[in-house]
């Protein structure tokens, strides 16, 4: 008779291989839990992270927001030479920054009619000015310089074009009414608007015979206010103007853009200890500007102003 393989096994040996195959079922059940602990530690990183992300992108967003919309005013000292800004003539806060809302998305306007009867609020009101019109058409805000060094000291103004895009700057206009005595009633300072000068479609800026860039009128009569009736130089009261900017016709014209990223980059001025200069400031778009036209839609400008100290 043949042998078979059917040898019957001894109760050590069954009981060992019972052992042996609940050993490998402990064992593989133990790498299965690690591997599902791994896999939940790798997906709750990556939650985290995706969380972490998503939060600092929306801090970014945040900060963006700020940067874009914000319209800063600031001082610079030399030495013992120092300058202070504050929204009130007491200087109850005194800063030497001061930041100024502005609207995420400026529409055009047209200082004819609508801004140049705002003038007189924009320039009583301490710090931004918030009246209607502010949160779609225009940026207004006034302050206060302030000599608070222990010398007399010169200091410059300077406006600068932090940022351009889709060639918005082309149709701004930036109004500075310089006060050198706030304590003065009967005169709030003179007015002097800064803007781009003249460029062609190419946006190449047009020059007259001396090579002088062509200035733009504070409110072109070519846009769409064909038959507006602007305020005469008389009609604002309070108020003075530079004599150089005031055409021979009588017409007010803007004061060219300094160039090289400047609005305006001034001489030096002489401001001795404790005097106060008080600034008002006031930026639109132009809608009488031929410049102002729907292909700078989705543009932008920054701008900021700083006083340095010599």
């Not at 059940?29 to 939940?40: E, F, G, I, L, W």
């Not at 207004?140 to 889709?166: P, Q």
Request: hydrophobic share 35%; net charge negative.
């Amino acid at each position: 008779m043949a042998k078979t393989d059917n040898v019957e096994k001894t109760p050590s040996e069954i009981t060992q291989e019972e052992l042996r195959k609940e050993n490998e079922y402990i064992i593989k059940n133990k790498r299965v839990r690690r591997q599902s602990r791994r896999r939940t530690i790798v997906i709750i990183l990556l939650v985290f992270l995706l969380i972490f992300a998503l939060l600092a992108g929306a801090t970014y967003t945040i900060m963006q927001f700020v940067d874009e919309t914000n319209f800063r005013v600031t001082v610079s000292h030399t030495g013992t030479a120092w300058l202070s800004l504050s929204k009130d003539y007491d200087f109850t806060h005194p800063t030497s920054v001061l930041d100024v809302s502005a609207p995420r998305n400026m529409d055009n306007c047209t200082l004819c009619n609508y801004l140049d009867h705002k003038l007189k609020d924009i320039y009583d009101t301490d710090g931004a000015y918030e009246g209607e019109g502010t949160e779609d058409y225009f940026i207004a805000t006034s302050f206060f310089l302030k000599n608070t060094g222990d010398k007399d000291v010169t200091y410059c103004e300077m406006i600068t074009l932090d940022r351009t895009m889709k060639g918005m700057e082309k149709a701004i206009r930036v109004m500075v009414i310089k006060d050198e005595d706030p304590s003065d009633d009967n005169d709030l300072g003179t007015i002097t608007v800064y803007a781009a000068p003249k460029s062609d479609g190419d946006g190449n800026i047009l020059v007259d015979e001396n090579e002088n860039p062509i200035l733009e009128e504070v409110v072109p009569p070519g846009g769409i206010m064909k038959g507006y009736k602007p305020k005469t130089i008389a009609d604002y009261e309070g108020f003075s103007f530079n004599e150089e900017d005031i055409r021979e016709d009588g017409v007010w014209m803007t004061k060219a853009f300094a160039g090289d990223g400047y609005v305006l980059n001034s001489d030096l001025f002489e401001l001795p200890i404790g005097s106060i200069v008080k600034y008002t400031i006031v930026i639109w778009l132009e809608g009488q500007d031929e410049q102002c036209v729907d292909d700078i839609l989705g543009g932008q400008v920054k701008l900021a102003v700083e006083f340095a100290t010599n």
